[in-house]
């Protein structure tokens, strides 16, 4: 009898809280992803950044396409002389991806202008082109992972032309993108015009893998047998807007200077990739945030 008055009164004296534990309910905790960093993630076999594989510098070609990846861009150029004649090109490219590091590209050329300046201005088939580039290593195996081309252009009222080529491309942070094109090209025959051109970018991702601004440059001399060489230097902004991993729309407003005359030139294009990578089908999750967060 006494163990059972002994048990109740030690019932009586303990406290409430240690009678019953009541759960507490605490408050929900949301966790809201940054992103992924859609534009820096690796794509393809040679480890590349997803933002070197969707032709990000109108103009200034960086690395290599992913094997099995395709790229078609149409393209329209407006520009003037140093006498002040308009100079308009259009422009169709399929770039194919072969993998092993190698891709291979087809252009073809429509312009409206005219090396006679008597004749009248009117569209016609300028150039058709051939090329292929092949990366030296894997992306980031060598310093500013350089890419070496080769080229052939059939010209319609010209000569033809061969071409070479580096490209050089890097990232400076997951935001900063940059890349420089070195291209040569001589005619075979007649005047045996050559062309020497530079061109760089450099590009800041404003919004992961839709917005990139930034500024682009660029250097042509031209040299004839029979001419005085013209150097023409211009420097001006850049876009390119994305809406789909897909799909990309690019301008580029340039101006400078040629034979001590103001010139300028101005590129809008529009890309679309297919095959292999093209679309990975994260564009909404990715862009639920913004890099770098």
């Given at each position: ?5 002994f048990?109740?009164?030690?019932i009586?004296?303990l406290?409430d809280d240690m ?12 966790v809201?992803?940054p992103?992924?960093p859609?534009?820096n ?10 933002w070197s594989?969707r032709?990000p ?6 690395y290599?396409?992913p094997g ?9 150029q407006?520009?003037t ?6 100079r308009?090109?259009?422009s169709?490219e ?11 590209a ?11 300046a008597?004749r009248p201005?009117q569209w016609?088939?300028a150039s058709l ?9 894997n992306w980031?195996k060598l310093?500013?992972?350089p ?8 010209n ?21 993108h ?7 090209e ?15 970018a450099l590009t800041y991702s ?6 990139n601004?930034?500024v682009?440059?660029?250097?042509k ?5 029979a001419?005085?060489?013209?150097e ?5 902004p850049?876009?390119?807007?994305r ?6 729309f690019?301008c580029?407003?340039?101006?400078g ?10 590129i809008l294009?529009?890309g679309f ?5 093209a679309?990975?089908h994260?564009d909404d ?5 913004r890099m770098?967060r």
């Open positions: 009898m006494n163990k059972y008055l048990a109740g009164a030690v009586l004296i406290p009678i019953a534990q009541v759960p507490t309910q605490l408050p929900t905790v949301t809201v992803s992103g992924v859609g534009e993630k690796m794509v393809g076999d040679y480890a590349q950044p997803e594989a032709r510098f109108p103009g200034v070609s960086v290599v396409q099995e990846q395709y790229e078609l861009e149409a393209g329209f407006e520009g002389t140093p006498s002040g004649s308009p308009r090109e259009w169709q399929l770039e194919v991806g072969l993998g092993h590091r190698w891709q291979a087809v252009g073809n050329t429509y312009a409206n202008f005219r090396e006679d008597r201005l016609h088939e082109s051939v090329s292929t580039r092949y990366a030296l290593a980031g310093p500013l992972n890419a070496l081309g080769v080229g052939w252009r059939f319609s009222s010209a000569p033809d032309a061969s071409s070479c080529q580096l490209v050089l491309g890097d990232e400076f942070t997951p935001r900063l940059w890349a420089a094109d070195f291209q040569y001589r005619q075979t025959g007649g005047s045996q015009l050559s062309e020497s051109t530079a061109a760089t404003v919004t992961n893998e839709t917005l601004v930034g682009q440059a660029q250097w001399r031209s040299l004839e047998i001419d005085a060489k013209s023409r230097t211009e420097i001006g850049c876009i390119q807007y809406p789909r991993d897909q799909l990309h690019d580029v407003v340039l101006w200077i040629e034979r001590s005359r103001a010139v300028h030139t101005i294009s529009a990739e297919f095959g292999k990578g679309d990975d994260d999750r990715e862009r639920a945030g770098g």
